[in-house]
């Protein structure tokens, strides 16, 4: 169930139809569908009074945790390869492949980015964000599964670690974005600047684990402790709803009331775009 915040913000929601989707409403030129939805402005002085909900601090903390991943792979990285070249025959890794090694997250990273500008909008923030999650995951365990030779371990780094960064990528493009939609207008900006320091807090973490694992496989451990956190993220996104802003800017006018549905009647019906643009 949405939070009453949330519920306002979509019941009072006001889109503005450009002239030229208006005249192509009024000529009747566009009767399946919705005309589509160009902007938005939410009575700020409402959102601004909503109460703070356990929901709403739900909302910062799992993109937060997001980012606190994000952070942990920076701090983490330079120990885990240490420990992973105390893994090779000689003991040695050459520039080029210390190079890689520490970069391949970010290059991930570069990718995920890069894939949000064409996918974003239909994916949604909190699709972005579970997917984000389940790449930490799946990078984290794909990252120590290689066995045998030094060769077969040193790709399953590599690729692994460009997953890690693929989650990186979206998590970090839909966090502040999921938490300033949803959260209320008068934290919205505190909880997005916490979201930073969550990021802060995850470097600090990564060198701890470089200083607290010691063993012989200790890139094992090292690189393998975000996964019960992705799991976190990815459960928590799960239960929490979609951003109404995201659904009214989709034109999804059925999924809104849907997703509002036990409230409606109370905060009253929300307007289609055809009355909008009457």
């Not at 030229?20 to 402005?41: L, Q």
């Not at 975000?226 to 996104?237: C, D, E, F, R, S």
Request: glycine share 10%.
């Amino acid at each position: 169930e949405l939070p009453n915040e949330w519920l306002k913000m979509a019941s009072m929601t006001v889109s503005l139809v450009d002239s030229a989707e208006r005249k192509d409403c009024e000529n009747g030129r566009r009767r399946n569908v919705s005309c589509s939805i160009s902007s938005a402005v939410v009575d700020a002085a409402s959102l601004h009074a909503a109460p703070l909900t356990a929901t709403s601090f739900m909302a910062f903390l799992f993109p937060a945790l997001a980012g606190l991943l994000f952070g942990y792979d920076i701090g983490c990285t330079s120990g885990a390869v240490l420990s992973f070249r105390d893994q090779m025959p000689d003991r040695e890794l050459s520039p080029l492949l210390d190079s890689i090694l520490h970069s391949a997250s970010l290059m991930g990273a570069l990718l995920g980015t890069v894939g949000t500008f064409f996918a974003a909008t239909w994916l949604g923030r909190r699709r972005q964000l579970m997917l984000g999650a389940a790449l930490y995951g799946c990078g984290s365990i794909v990252t120590v599964l290689g066995v045998g030779g030094s060769g077969a371990k040193t790709a399953c780094v590599i690729a692994g670690r460009l997953v890690y960064g693929l989650g990186i990528g979206l998590s970090m493009h839909a966090a502040p974005t999921y938490i300033s939609e949803v959260t209320p207008s008068r934290v919205r900006g505190l909880f997005v600047s916490l979201k930073e320091g969550f990021i802060v807090i995850g470097i600090m973490l990564g060198f701890g684990a470089a200083v607290v694992f010691t063993a012989a496989t200790a890139w094992v451990e090292i690189w393998l402790a975000p996964l019960p956190i992705a799991a976190v993220v990815l459960a928590g996104m799960a239960t929490l709803p979609p951003s109404p802003r995201w659904l009214l800017q989709r034109a999804q006018q059925d999924a809104v009331q849907k997703a509002v549905a036990s409230g409606a009647s109370s905060v009253g019906p929300i307007p289609t775009a055809r009355a909008l643009a009457a």
